[in-house]
Nanobody, 121 residues
Framework: QVQLVESGGGLVQPGGSLRLSCAAS????????MGWYRQAPGKQRELVAT???????NYADSVKGRFTISRDNAKNTVYLQMNSLKPEDTAVYYC???????????????WGQGTQLTVSS
């Protein structure tokens, strides 16, 4: 069974930093793009950042210059380093990845269970 497991959420003060991690586990042949999304209360889920297999990155305008996405292909893990956090960054953060399970040998999009980030003084 293929799954994504996030970690690293929590409570942080405005201006603080935090790093989220998301590791893929299970039986899969390959990982293509990976990314982070977030959903604040009462709002739709939105893109935060994505990173391609070749490390090409894409960011939402609201996080450019503050957040950095990276990946460690050897560990099947994607990270989101978040600096200069603001209260409006408060949300549940979800990672996703395009994985190729060995059972299908086709790419499908998988989601993690989500991790809560609260930015508050």
């Amino acid at each position: 069974q293929v799954q994504l497991v996030e970690s690293g959420g929590g409570l942080v003060q405005p201006g603080g930093s935090l790093r989220l991690s998301c590791a893929a586990s299970g039986s899969f042949f390959s990982i293509n793009a990976m990314g982070w999304y977030r959903q604040a209360p009462g709002k739709q889920r939105e893109l935060v950042a994505t990173i391609g297999r070749g490390a090409t990155t894409n960011y939402a305008d609201s996080v450019k210059g503050r957040f950095t996405i990276s990946r460690d292909n050897a560990k099947n893990t994607v990270y989101l380093q978040m600096n200069s956090l603001k209260p409006e960054d408060t949300a549940v953060y979800y990672c996703n990845a395009d994985l190729m399970p060995i059972t299908t040998m086709r790419y499908s999009t998988y989601w993690g269970q989500g991790t809560q980030l609260t930015v508050s003084s």
